[in-house]
Structure formats: structure tokens, C-alpha cells
């Protein structure tokens, strides 16, 4: 399957902090080093980075991503925080009005990982959607809050002797970027072998 958008060649991933405490300085962020430092042992694609550590406000929510995509042209956007069920969480909110197709699946993969360790897993509000515009579309994740939880999610979960016992979210990241027209990106399998159909797979980057 291909698209008709034009692909950036560089990969550009935004990262969101959500958090009211943290954006007002009152301690320090640990989302986005958990994310950065994720991506960082997984990717082996060269990619950038742009951030932004921001408070629990649905408005600004919405425009950090619409920036992120629109402006920055960003082909991946993961967000982390602000998906409970407090009154001051809205980042699924935010997320949902500024998407143009829901991929649900992404968030049901999340909350089957975390119900490994936490009953409260199910009070977890994760989703995710690919924003479109005329030329460009990148895939929107909401994370959880926790940077051991952020690992678990992205990278799923392995027994002593390294045997996946449940899939991570990010093996799927990949052949989606592919189908909305942005870069190729490959991973360490070590850490998350992305899946692809056979007909997908290019040769290995030398």
C-alpha cells in the first residue's frame, strides 16, 4: 500500500509533556528524558526531536499538536500525561478534536500492557490519532505518565530469557508512518523489532 503524500525525509518526532507542576516549575519533568532516552536505544533510523513541556489546558493541547504536525511538520507525536480521569485531564480530549482518524487499537494495547501490574490500569484514557492535512499526516500517541510505564508500553514486556510475553505498541509505529507517507524508520530488535508485512520490507540501511 502507498500514499500520495509527500514523504519528509528526515524523521522528525514531536514529544509533549503534559503537566501542570511540572511546566510551572514546581518539579522537574521526567516524560520527555523517558522518551527521548526510549527512542534513543530503539531507533536506529536518524531522527530530531522537538519539544514542549506544557500544562494541563485543552486549548493549548490542541495547538501544541496542531503546531507540532502542521507547522513542524512532525511525522510521529507522543504525548505523555494528563490521561487519567481527574477533572484536569484532557490530553484524549485534546488529542481526539484535532485528529481526522481514531486509531483506537493503540490505546487497547496499552491498557492490556499496564493491566500486567496495576488493576487501575482501566482507568487509563490513552488513545491515538493520525492528523491529516493536504500534504503532510503524522500518527498522535498519548502515553502514560511514568517513565518505567512509558517503556513498558512502547516496548512491551519479556521474560528471563528475553521472550516477548506482550507486544509494545511501537513494533506497530513504523508500518504506520509508512502508510501515511512518511519516512521509513527501522529499530533494534533487541529492544523492539518493528513488524511489516513481507511486501513492506526494504533492504537493510547500509
Request: with cysteine; proline share 7%.
Amino acid at each position: 500500500m502507498t500514499s500520495n503524500l509527500n514523504s519528509d525525509t528526515t524523521l522528525l518526532i514531536g514529544l509533549v509533556s503534559i503537566s501542570d507542576r511540572a511546566s510551572g516549575g514546581v518539579y522537574q519533568d521526567q516524560g520527555i528524558p523517558a522518551l527521548q532516552d526510549w527512542l534513543a536505544r530503539t531507533l536506529t533510523t536518524p531522527f530530531r526531536v522537538e519539544t514542549r513541556l506544557i500544562a494541563d489546558e485543552r486549548a493549548q493541547i490542541e495547538a501544541t499538536l496542531v503546531e507540532l504536525v502542521d507547522q513542524q511538520r512532525c511525522h510521529l507525536v507522543l504525548t505523555t500525561g494528563g490521561t487519567g480521569p481527574a477533572r484536569r485531564d484532557v490530553t484524549p480530549e485534546a488529542t481526539l478534536a484535532v485528529g481526522t482518524k481514531e486509531m483506537p487499537g493503540f490505546g487497547e494495547q496499552m491498557r492490556q500492557i499496564s493491566l500486567h501490574f496495576v488493576p487501575t490500569a482501566i482507568l487509563s484514557r490513552q488513545t491515538a490519532v493520525i492528523r491529516e492535512t493536504a500534504d503532510h499526516a503524522a500518527l498522535i500517541l498519548n502515553l502514560p505518565g511514568q517513565p518505567k510505564a512509558i517503556a513498558e508500553t512502547l516496548g512491551g514486556l519479556k521474560d528471563a530469557e528475553g521472550a516477548t510475553l506482550v507486544g509494545g505498541i511501537f513494533a506497530a509505529v513504523p508500518y504506520c508512518i509508512d502508510l501515511i507517507g512518511g519516512p521509513y524508520m527501522e529499530t533494534d530488535p533487541a529492544q523492539c523489532k518493528a513488524f511489516r508485512p513481507k511486501s513492506a520490507l526494504r533492504p537493510p540501511a547500509k
